[in-house]
């Protein structure tokens, strides 16, 4: 069975700062990873997507997210915070004939001015 | 393209009633899939539609819930009777082949069992 773990319920950091947000996973095969975006009262949002190719994944709005097998590990990066980065963040793992995507519980991200 | 549409947005209903979502994939779109999102959670798979047919309903409490894709294109999730628990935000996607990597999700609709 795949799974994912989100460190951290609520991260909070300054405008303009350096976002982290921590996803490790399970999976007894290799597998594919996504970042979604949630913001308040619309659905997901796919981020970026890790399927194999290359380790270092860019997505849209400036993340990125790193592939570390030795590490099993999946997090989101953003060098500079904006205040509409502001939103709840879900790392999702799926196997590779992709049938479906088993989500974390997810990060909120607070931007403070 | 136009996005996957779902009806109603909200919806408040007592404990045991019934309710019942609708969701239009977008256009072409072979997958369906119907994720719950409980307050504070992930969002966890419901059922998976290939076309009309049941890919994956492991997880659908089948004493109470129920989902049909009868013509392949749009699809309905029903509530019958509702509990408490159920108080969640009801999440349909689709996607162009049963391949995950490629989900596109509705904005949901919002469920509160009183």
């Known amino acids: 069975a795949q799974s994912v773990t989100q460190l951290g319920s609520h991260v909070s950091v300054s405008e303009g700062a350096l976002v982290l947000l921590r996803c490790n996973y399970s999976?007894?095969?290799?597998?594919?990873l996504f970042w979604y975006v949630q913001y308040p009262n619309q659905g997901l949002q796919l981020l970026l997507k890790?399927?194999?190719?290359?380790?270092l994944v860019k997505g849209i709005n400036g993340f990125e997210a790193e592939f570390k097998k030795s590490e099993t590990s999946f997090h989101l990066t953003k060098p500079s915070a904006h205040m509409s980065d502001a939103a709840e963040y879900f790392c999702?793992?799926?196997?590779?004939?992709?049938?479906?995507?088993?989500f974390g519980q997810g990060t909120r991200l607070t931007i403070n001015p | 393209e136009a996005g996957v549409a779902q009806s109603p947005r909200y919806k408040i209903i007592e404990k045991r009633q019934s309710v019942a979502f609708w969701c239009n994939p977008i256009?072409?779109?072979?997958?369906l899939y119907w994720y719950q999102q409980i307050l504070g959670q992930g969002p966890k798979l419901l059922i998976q539609?290939?076309?009309?047919?049941?890919?994956?309903d492991s997880q659908l409490p089948k004493d109470r819930f129920s989902a049909e894709r009868l013509k392949g294109v749009d699809s309905t999730l029903k509530i019958q009777p509702a509990k408490l628990e159920d108080s969640a935000v009801y999440l349909c996607?689709?996607?162009?082949?049963?391949?995950?990597?490629?989900?596109?999700f509705g904005a949901g609709s919002r469920l509160t069992v009183l």
């Open positions: 999976s007894s095969v290799p597998p594919y």
């Open positions: 996607a689709s996607s162009l082949t049963a391949g995950a990597n490629v989900l596109t």
């Open positions: 999702a793992v799926s196997d590779q004939g992709a049938q479906k995507l088993v």
């Open positions: 539609f290939q076309n009309n047919g049941v890919v994956d």
């Open positions: 890790y399927t194999s190719a290359a380790t």
């Open positions: 256009s072409g779109h072979a997958t």
